[in-house]
């Protein structure tokens, strides 16, 4: 699997043909095709292209709903 | 719009245009619910379809009365629904709770139906965590959707056999939490 940087990442929104990528306890998921991610939003607050881990811990769902998703890879620590 | 309700909520240090957009997609969410849950009764038949109708229906009639209640909040608040009634379909905060290819498949149905119970007690307590001790007034009432759709969520787990936990079918009136916001 690629293992992605973040400036990678933060390129990934959805946009200018890219796919709709976020990460969130070190893999890097592609929700593009995800109703919940229309527009590159979830939920108004939660944006594409970003590292969502601290996010996660305030949300009312966990983790487990992103195996809903395709893992496309790994976040390069730091 | 209440001007002064507005600014309290603003003062406590919500957005309210991310708040009025959260709400926004919840009530579409609702009211397309209660469409697609339209489509899903008529096909419950049958020995085991039969069974899930009632439910089913009760769900249905909540989810309307939660669209007719948070549409007074939202124009509060300053807000408004689209003028298009498509493009109020496709801000739903939830996918469409689409009948199965399969009518007959019960479990299909009843999948369809918790999904979309799920979905939403999600969505309220988002909703909830955002606004508790800071808008009152719209944490009452999603708190009270919440305690709705949490009801309609297990009726359904329960009829997936995925675990007790003791609801009953509703005792008299339909929304007995949210009852109060329409009156």
Not at chain 1, 3 to 18: I, N, P, S, V, W
Not at chain 2, 94 to 103: E, Q, R, V
């Amino acid at each position: 699997m690629k293992e992605y940087t973040r400036e990678e990442l933060a390129q990934c929104t959805g946009k200018d043909g890219k796919p709709a990528l976020i990460a969130a306890y070190g893999k890097v998921y592609d929700v593009s095709e995800s109703y919940h991610w229309r527009g590159g939003r979830h939920h108004v607050l939660h944006r594409t292209g970003a590292d969502l881990t601290a996010e996660f811990a305030r949300a009312p769902h966990g983790a487990h709903l992103l195996e809903r998703v395709p893992a496309v890879g790994t976040l390069q620590e730091g | 719009m209440a001007r002064v309700a507005r600014e309290m909520v603003e003062q406590a240090g919500i957005n309210v245009e991310e708040l009025l957009e959260l709400l926004v997609s919840n009530a579409a969410a609702e009211l397309t619910t209660y469409y697609y849950y339209t489509l899903l009764r008529v096909n419950l038949i049958g020995l085991e379809g039969e069974g899930i109708k009632e439910i089913a229906e009760v769900a249905r009639i909540e989810d309307r009365n939660h669209f007719e209640a948070l549409v007074p909040r939202i124009y509060e608040l300053g807000g408004s629904l689209p003028e298009k009634m498509n493009d109020f379909h496709d801000i739903s905060a939830c996918p469409p709770a689409s009948l199965p290819k399969d009518p007959t498949d019960t479990i299909a149905m009843l999948k369809v139906l918790v999904e979309a119970e799920r979905c939403a007690v999600r969505g309220y307590t988002h909703v909830c965590n955002m606004t508790a001790g800071k808008d009152h007034r719209t944490y009452d009432l999603a708190l009270a959707i919440l305690n709705e759709e949490v009801e309609h969520e297990s009726w359904f787990s329960e009829f997936l056999g995925e675990g007790p936990s003791g609801h009953f079918m509703r005792r008299g009136e339909s929304s007995p939490f949210v009852s109060k916001f329409l009156k």
